[in-house]
C-alpha cells in the first residue's frame, strides 16, 4: 500500500446483478446481526488507533472492511481490488507562529496553540497576514431572514475580521432561534460569511 495516497473503500457492495431480490437476498443470506456487531466493535477497538486517515489505523481498517466484503461475497468496485487510490496534501501549521496586535496605545503578542489556534484549507506553502488591519464585525453575521447584518457599512476587503461565536439569540432570547444556535452561529459560518465578504481572513 503507498503511504502517499489514503486507500478508500469505493463501494459497500458491488453485486453482479442488479435485481433488488438478489441483492436482498444476498445480504439476509450472507450478514446477520452478530456480525455486524463483530465487526463494528473491532474497527471501534483501540487496535485500529482511531482510523485517522494516513495513518497505520487507517490502513489496518481499510485491509480488514476488505476481508470481510471478501468473506460475504462481495465483489470488488475497482477492477480486483477494493480499494482507490486517492491523493492526500497535509496542512500542517508552524508551531512557532505568533500573532501580533499593534494599536494606538502599543501592542501585544499571542503564542499558538497557549494563546491561539488558527489554520486554512488552502494548499499553499505559506499564509502571509501581516501588517493587515482588524476589523471587529459583532457576530460577523448576515441573515436577512432575521434582519440582521453585521458587515452592513463594514469595509473588510482584505482585512482580518474579529467576530463572537454562536448568534444573537444566545444572549437575547427574542432574538434568531433564541438559545438554539442556528447555522449562523457556527465557526465555519462565519469563515465563509467573511471570505464573501472579502476579508483576509
Known amino acids: 500500500m503507498n503511504r502517499n495516497y489514503l486507500l478508500i473503500l469505493v463501494t459497500l457492495f458491488i453485486f453482479s446483478t442488479s435485481c433488488t431480490d438478489m441483492k436482498k437476498s444476498f445480504v439476509t ?6 456480525e455486524m456487531k463483530e465487526w463494528i466493535s473491532t474497527i471501534a477497538s483501540d487496535d485500529f488507533q482511531g482510523r485517522f486517515p494516513g495513518t497505520e489505523g487507517e490502513e489496518k481498517t481499510a485491509n480488514y472492511l476488505a476481508e470481510q466484503f471478501k468473506k460475504v461475497g462481495a465483489n470488488p468496485g475497482n477492477g480486483n481490488i477494493y ?8 496542512i500542517t501549521n508552524d508551531l512557532k507562529i505568533k500573532l501580533k496586535v499593534k494599536g494606538a496605545k502599543g501592542g501585544i503578542s499571542f503564542n499558538y496553540l497557549k494563546d491561539i489556534i488558527g489554520g486554512t484549507p488552502q494548499p499553499v506553502e505559506k499564509i502571509n497576514l501581516s501588517d493587515l488591519d482588524l476589523v471587529f464585525v459583532g457576530f460577523g453575521i448576515n441573515a436577512p ?4 447584518n453585521d458587515y452592513e457599512g463594514a469595509d473588510v476587503k482584505g482585512k482580518i475580521v474579529l467576530a463572537l461565536v454562536n448568534d444573537p439569540g444566545f444572549y437575547d432570547s427574542t432574538l434568531f432561534k433564541g438559545r438554539n444556535m442556528t447555522y449562523y ?12 465578504q472579502g476579508a483576509a481572513g
Open 83 to 90: 480499494f482507490q487510490e486517492v491523493p492526500l496534501i497535509k
Open 29 to 34: 443470506s450472507n450478514i446477520n446481526e452478530d
Open 185 to 196: 452561529g457556527r465557526w465555519i459560518y462565519k469563515y465563509e460569511e467573511a471570505a464573501r
Open 145 to 148: 431572514e432575521f434582519g440582521w
